[in-house]
Nanobody
C-alpha cells in the first residue's frame, strides 16, 4: 500500500489549494479515504472523509463550507480542494485509509502554509 500526497505549498490567506493523494497497492475503489492534518506540537486532526464510491462525504466543522473532498476511482486518487484558506489551516496534511484485516495506512504528508 502506498499513499503519496502532493499539492501543498505557500498560499496567502483567502487563497486556494488542491491537494492530491495518489494511491496504489490495494483496490482503491473499495475503500473509504480520509484527510487529516497536524500542526507541530498538536495531535493529528481529522479533516474529511469520503466513502468508497464517493457518494458520501463528511468534514470537520472547522473546514465545513471551505474544503471539499472528492475522488477519482479511475485515477486511484483522492483530492482535497481547500478554499478561503486561513492561517490556522497551516499544517502538514495526510491522506489515510484503513484496509480490512491489515490496518491503517498513511501518506508522508504535504505541507500547507497559509501566510501573507
Amino acid at each position: 500500500v502506498q499513499l503519496v500526497e502532493s499539492g501543498g505549498g505557500l498560499v496567502q490567506p483567502g487563497g486556494s489549494l488542491r491537494l492530491s493523494c495518489a494511491a496504489s497497492g490495494f483496490p482503491f475503489s473499495r475503500y473509504g479515504m480520509r484527510w487529516y492534518r497536524q500542526t507541530s506540537g498538536k495531535e493529528r486532526e481529522w479533516v474529511a472523509t469520503i466513502t468508497s464510491s464517493g457518494g458520501i462525504t463528511t468534514c470537520a466543522d472547522s473546514v465545513k463550507g471551505r474544503f471539499t473532498i472528492s475522488r477519482d476511482n479511475a485515477k486511484n486518487t483522492v483530492y482535497l480542494q481547500m478554499n478561503s484558506l486561513k492561517p490556522e489551516d497551516t499544517a502538514v496534511y495526510y491522506c489515510q485509509t484503513t484496509i480490512s484485516y491489515t490496518g491503517d495506512y498513511w501518506g508522508q504528508g504535504t505541507q500547507v502554509t497559509v501566510s501573507s
